[in-house]
Nanobody, 119 residues
Framework: QVRLVESGGGLAQAGDSLRLSCAAS????????MAWFRQTPGKEREIVSS????????YYAKSVEGRFTISRDIAKNTVYLQMRSLQPEDTAVYYC????????????WGQGTQVTVSS
């Protein structure tokens, strides 16, 4: 099991920046990739960005490409999501997730952190 704790959410105005952090603990040696998802009421959870733990290959949803940057600190077992030029449509609960080696999906989740962007 991998335990994930997110931090860094909050209130922002359109155009502002926020940085989310997700610290992993437990069996971190099993991590294959980490990702950020987000969800708004009535909508399905969507992937925002992901990063391969070894190698650092990244993926971004088109809606955030060019504005968000995912990075990781292997020594701290932490993944970050730097969010710039925030827009009201970025308002959501953001979740950190882990895909483990041998797994086909993200199956370890954090508790989520609220990001609210006002216009």
């Amino acid at each position: 099991q991998v335990r994930l704790v997110e931090s860094g959410g909050g209130l922002a105005q359109a155009g502002d920046s926020l940085r989310l952090s997700c610290a992993a603990s437990g069996r971190t040696v099993t991590m294959l990739a980490m990702a950020w998802f987000r969800q708004t009421p009535g909508k399905e959870r969507e992937i925002v960005s992901s990063i391969r733990w070894s190698g650092g290959n990244t993926y971004y949803a088109k809606s955030v490409e060019g504005r968000f940057t995912i990075s990781r600190d292997i020594a701290k077992n932490t993944v970050y999501l730097q969010m710039r030029s925030l827009q009201p449509e970025d308002t959501a609960v953001y979740y950190c997730a882990v895909q483990r080696i041998g797994g086909s999906d993200y199956d370890q989740w954090g508790q989520g952190t609220q990001v609210t962007v006002s216009s």
